[in-house]
């Protein structure tokens, strides 16, 4: 095999420093695009981990980061911040290469916004929440400390590769944890670097820890690792319930963020032009590897051929090709396998009668032939139980239903074992806000798709997972809530002891 650029490795990073596998492995990491090698990582072992895990143990222990003067823990993660900015363009060019993805939508949407997830969680440490302190007993002062967990283990995908490791590290540095970290074998560049950088800002060396590799092994080895208190996962749901079983070895705490098939409901009141636009931004977002992406259109009969019609004009206009140039709107999907489960899913769609009324098909991208390319496709008329309703597609796939009433429709976006988004578009105040109620999902939008904030949680119902990403309740799922309690009367025997040994006191 050729390899025409020169490839840059990027050893995995253990209590600070730069580590090769003990398999001495390495993995190649390709572009999707063009089938270069872009970089190599060591293909972890769990020896590996367990060196992570012990150096995350020591720092821990040793209180490296979580007693760290409380001004220099905030500093050292907004510096974290300022460090993603400052080499924004270098990151996100780097995630291009890997993920195929266009570097307008990595430059403009992950990258501007994941130095202000940090700077979020380092306002956390600053605003610790709990019940007051008081004497609940009588006789005692109780009050509740927030305390980080330990060591976790997280495991991250290859759709966000970036922005995914920081909605884990984030709220898990924020609490005072040590981590340690394993990216998707397809897309580990970035992670890599993020840890050089987060030592670059200050973060003493032990507390986030990389350790690059397979799924089956590092992963495993993390989730059933009995020196790690908590496991997270971002990834597929099957992948999930892998880690939820593997985890029972130590009981550890697990934190799932899963698949989904978001609903996008379109009423027969909506504003059509808003809707279809909404659907293509919505369905389309990474090439539809996205677990919140509108992924099945529930649209009123009344209006379901003019949305049609509008929504595949703008699918039309999509443009694919070189994610480098600045007039490409879509680049490649991960892999060819991603593009052949796409392509499957809207051929078999078809075989069963659905209509595709846009794309379909790999496009052929000039100068990169064998490039995974897949065309924004929507197929209508799709049936409520075909797999591609109840499946996730993971590709620039929207699946359109009509429906007659209302309750069909809630009914219908409920009908799935995911819950992770939705969204309903209507000008009316009272179906939104029956729909807000009544959609079985994690995030609920109106008139709008997509959009996330710092500020808000963001995770699953049902088979999408537990636990939540951003916000303070994601802040909180890496902490443990300690009960303290001090005794106030300083009497050697009290009132109730009498129960355990000896007699009643006299009145
Ligand atoms: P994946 O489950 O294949 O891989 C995710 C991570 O898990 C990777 O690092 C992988 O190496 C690791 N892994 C795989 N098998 C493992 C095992 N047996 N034990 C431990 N770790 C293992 O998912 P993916 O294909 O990388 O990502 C796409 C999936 O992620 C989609 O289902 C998508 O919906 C989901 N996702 C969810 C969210 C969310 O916030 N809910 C966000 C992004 C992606």
Redesign the pocket.
């Known amino acids: 095999m050729a390899i025409e650029a020169p490839v840059t490795d990027f050893p995995m990073i253990i209590d600070g420093r730069p580590t090769p596998s003990s398999s001495g492995r390495w993995i190649e990491v390709r572009s999707p695009a063009t089938r270069e090698v872009v970089g190599r990582v060591p293909d972890g072992t769990a020896d590996d981990v367990d060196r992570a895990v012990a150096a995350g143990r020591r720092a821990f222990r040793e209180g490296r980061w979580s007693r760290m003067a409380l001004a220099d823990r905030v500093a050292a993660m907004n510096r974290l911040g300022d460090l993603l900015d400052r080499d924004a363009d270098e990151l996100a060019r780097l995630e291009t290469l890997q993920t195929g993805t266009s570097y307008k939508l990595r430059r403009e949407s992950d990258f501007a916004f994941a130095s202000d997830n940090l700077r979020f969680f380092a306002t956390q440490i600053r605003n610790l929440e709990g019940k007051a302190a008081y004497e609940y007993t009588g006789t005692h002062t109780s009050f509740v400390r927030r305390e980080p967990i330990g060591v976790v283990g997280q495991?991250?995908?290859?759709?966000?590769p970036m922005w995914?490791a920081i909605?884990k590290i984030g709220p898990a540095l924020a609490a005072g944890n040590a981590i340690v970290l394993?990216?998707?074998?397809?897309?580990p560049l970035t992670t890599v670097r993020l840890a050089e950088l987060a030592l670059e800002a200050g973060v003493p060396a032990g507390v986030l820890n990389v350790v690059t590799?397979?799924?089956?092994v590092?992963?495993?080895a993390?989730?059933a690792h009995m020196d790690v208190d908590l496991i997270s996962?971002?990834?597929?749901?099957?992948?999930?319930k892998?880690?939820q079983a593997?985890a029972s070895a130590n009981l550890k705490r697990v934190h799932?963020?899963?698949?989904?098939k978001a609903p996008f409901i379109v009423c027969a009141d909506a504003d059509i032009e808003a809707a279809a636009r909404g659907a293509t931004a919505g369905a389309l977002i990474n090439g539809g590897?996205?677990?919140?992406a509108a992924t099945r259109a529930y649209v009123h009969r009344s209006v379901y051929e003019a949305f049609l019609a509008r929504t595949a004009e703008l699918f039309d206009g999509v443009r694919v090709g070189d994610p480098f140039d600045p007039a490409t709107d879509l680049g490649t999907l991960?892999s060819d396998t991603q593009v052949a489960r796409a392509a499957g899913f809207v051929e078999r769609a078809q075989a069963a009668g659905a209509r595709v009324v846009a794309g379909g098909y790999r496009p052929a991208v000039p100068g990169l032939p064998d490039g995974a390319f897949y065309r924004p496709t929507i197929v209508a008329d799709c049936a409520q139980d075909s797999e591609i309703v109840q499946d996730?597609v993971?590709g620039p796939v929207l699946a359109v239903l009509p429906f007659d009433t209302i309750e069909e429709a809630l009914e219908k976006a409920n009908d799935t074992r995911y819950g992770?988004a939705a969204s309903i578009w209507t000008t009316n105040v009272f179906t939104a806000m029956e729909a807000a109620r009544t959609l079985n999902f994690g995030h609920v939008q109106v008139n709008d798709h997509l959009m996330v904030t710092s500020e808000m949680p963001?995770?699953?119902f049902k088979q999408?997972?537990s636990g939540k990403?951003m916000s303070t309740y994601s802040f909180e799922e890496y902490t443990q809530v300690k009960h303290v309690m001090l005794e106030l009367t300083g009497e050697p025997e009290k009132g109730w002891h009498y129960t355990v040994f000896g007699d009643k006191p006299a009145e």
């Open positions: 495991v991250s995908p290859w759709n966000y995914m909605w394993k990216p998707a074998s397809a897309t590799g397979r799924g089956d590092v992963g495993a993390l989730a996962l971002t990834g597929d749901t099957e992948t999930g892998q880690i593997l799932l963020e899963l698949g989904g590897q996205d677990c919140t991960i996730e993971f992770l963001h995770g699953g999408s997972g990403d």
